[in-house]
């Protein structure tokens, strides 16, 4: 049974960091890019980071030059650096990880930026 495992959400003053951490496992499937979205209450799941099986990144315009998005292919994991947080960026983080033939996404991170 696939299983997508978050950590490193938490409680952070505005200007502080965090690095969000997400692995795959339980899967022999071949993962193709590997994202990060949010969620804040009342507002629809956006796009944050992806990050394709290459190394090609892609961002939030909100996030440019603030996060970054790495991945280690041999743990099947990847990562969100946050520097510079905002308030706005309270939201809880979820990962999705694309195989050829799905996805799957993880329970979720809550992110809380204190200003």
């Known amino acids: 049974q696939v299983q997508v495992m978050e950590s490193g959400g938490g409680l952070v003053q505005a200007g502080g960091s965090l690095r969000l951490s997400c692995a795959a496992s339980?899967?022999?499937?071949?993962?193709?890019?590997m994202g990060w979205y949010r969620q804040a209450p009342g507002k629809q799941r956006e796009l944050v980071a992806m990050?394709?099986?290459?190394?090609?990144?892609n961002y939030a315009d909100s996030v440019k030059g603030r996060f970054t998005i790495s991945r280690d292919n041999a743990k099947k994991t990847v990562y969100l650096q946050m520097n510079s947080l905002k308030p706005e960026d309270t939201s809880v983080y979820y990962c999705?990880?694309?195989?050829?033939?799905?996805?799957?996404w993880g329970q979720g991170t809550q992110v809380t930026v204190s200003s």
């Open positions: 999705r990880i694309n195989y050829r033939t799905g996805v799957d």
């Open positions: 339980g899967t022999s499937l071949s993962i193709n890019a």
């Open positions: 990050i394709t099986s290459g190394g090609s990144t």
